[in-house]
């Protein structure tokens, strides 16, 4: 399994990279072709929030092109979402607030927008707006899994885990082989103080997750194990990841809670420390 995971990365990343030459080539031809610069500023994101590899490079040259994109469009509601994402990504909260907020204002149904505000508001610890923004992307485009355990979350830092858990439980009615929306049910759960229900949900989600190459799953199920102390059962990689590598918030204060909760306290600050760096302040 773990080289159909890494031979599938290597396939998204390649992707990506062809994605980005074909951009810049009609960047190439067209300098004054908005929508070419942001869909390049949106791959540069992708590969930064999934590769550590040229991450903080890639990142700038994100910002760079989605700034491009804004100067030539500054009332596309798609130019403003990407130039958002990169703000967030690089812990500029404020700017960011500021841009998506525009962005959601400009193009008010624009999924990919409202999904961009509320994580930028997650970031920000404003909760109910997260939890709002993630509802009218939900709304706007119920088929997507992901804004259902994004917006589920967004309850969960409200206090209210049992409509988080329910939110999963409706997206795994409808999803039911799904490793990811598996393991926020399995998170959810564990917030709730069930862990003995959490944990075999997790374990399915780490098997059904080995060939994506996710690490979200084997992170969340590493809560369980941590909260035990059975440090054995933590999936290894975990304790090879360093914060200069990791540009993505959300990772970082996953690391720093698994830390901190083995009471390795040294090893926990730093990725705190990383965590707020990078924006993601999620107060609750």
Known sequence: SDVCSSDLMQAVQLGLHRGEVVAQ???????????????????????????????????????????????????????LGVLGTALTEGGHNLEALKVLR?????????????????????????????????????????TTPRIYWMHARMLLYEGRTDDAENEMRRALAVHPDHFKVTAYLGSFLYYENRLAEAEPILTRAVEMSKSSGDEAPALLAAFVYAARGERQKIDPKIFTYRPENVIDGDMAYWVAGIYALLGEKDHALLWLQRTIDLGNHNYP
């Not at 390049?40 to 590769?51: D, H, P």
């Not at 991450?55 to 092109?65: F, I, S, T």
């Not at 707006?129 to 119920?142: H, I, K």
């Open 102 to 142: 525009r962005a959601t204002q400009l193009g008010p149904n624009s999924e990919f927008a409202w999904d961009m505000f509320g994580y930028a508001c997650h970031y920000a610890g404003l909760d109910q707006d997260a939890e709002q923004a993630y509802l009218r992307s939900e709304n706007l485009n119920p």
């Open 25 to 79: 080539q009609a960047v190439d031809k067209d300098p004054s072709f908005a929508e070419a610069h942001a869909m390049l500023a949106y791959l540069y994101c992708m590969e930064a929030a999934n590769f550590d590899t040229n991450a903080g490079k890639n990142l700038q040259r994100a910002e760079q092109e989605a700034r491009q994109a804004t100067d030539l469009s500054p009332n596309s509601p798609e130019a």
